[in-house]
C-alpha cells in the first residue's frame, strides 16, 4: 500500500509539471490547451488506475477522483469531459463488479470539478485548501451511493474502506 501512494504522489508531480507544459507552450491557442490538459489528466487518470488497491474482485480504490476533479477545475470543461471519456473507458474495459460504480465516480469526479470551477468563477468559492476539496465533497456524496451499488460479496470490503478519501 505505501508503493502504491508514492506511485500516485509521483503521478501527481507529473501531472503538475505536464499541466504546466500544456499551459505555458499552448497559452496562444487556448482550446488546443484545453485539448492537451484533457488528454494529460486523462492519462494520468488511467495510468493511476493501473495501480490500484484491490478490496475485491473487479472493486477497486485509487486516485482517480482527485485527478478527475482537477481536471475539471483547473482544466475547464473540454479537458474534464475528455478526460472523464478517457477514464469511463478505461474502467469499462476492466469489466468486474465494480464497474458500474466506477463509471459513476468517474462521472461525478468531473462533475464536481466543474461545479467547483463554476462557484469559483463566479467568486461564491476561493481555491484555497481549506476551502478548495471537491474530491472530500465527492466521497461524502458517493458513500450512500457506493452502499446501495455495492456487490453483495464485496460489500464488507467496500465498508472497510468507506473512510478512505480517493473513495
Not at 495510468?47 to 482517480?64: C, F, N, S, Y
Request: a positive charge.
Amino acid at each position: 500500500m505505501t508503493l502504491e501512494l508514492i506511485q500516485t504522489s509521483a503521478l501527481l508531480l507529473a501531472l503538475s509539471l505536464l499541466q504546466g507544459l500544456c499551459l505555458r507552450f499552448l497559452s496562444h491557442r487556448p482550446r488546443l490547451a484545453e485539448i492537451a490538459s484533457g488528454l494529460v489528466f486523462g492519462g494520468v487518470c488511467v495510468i493511476g488506475m493501473m495501480i490500484p488497491i484491490t478490496l475485491a474482485p473487479g472493486v477497486i480504490i485509487d486516485g482517480r477522483s482527485v485527478v478527475l476533479s482537477m481536471a475539471g477545475l483547473f482544466g475547464g470543461p473540454l479537458a474534464g469531459v475528455i478526460t472523464g471519456a478517457i477514464a469511463g473507458i478505461y474502467r469499462v474495459t476492466l469489466g468486474g463488479d465494480g464497474m458500474i460504480i466506477g463509471t459513476i465516480s468517474i462521472a461525478l469526479g468531473v462533475a464536481f470539478g466543474l461545479l467547483y470551477r463554476a462557484a469559483w468563477r463566479g467568486r461564491k468559492l476561493s481555491r484555497r485548501p481549506c476551502v478548495s476539496s471537491p474530491s472530500a465533497w465527492q466521497c461524502m456524496a458517493f458513500r450512500s451511493c457506493w452502499s446501495a451499488s455495492c456487490p453483495d460479496r464485496a460489500l464488507p470490503a467496500c465498508s472497510n474502506a468507506w473512510a478512505c478519501p480517493t473513495c
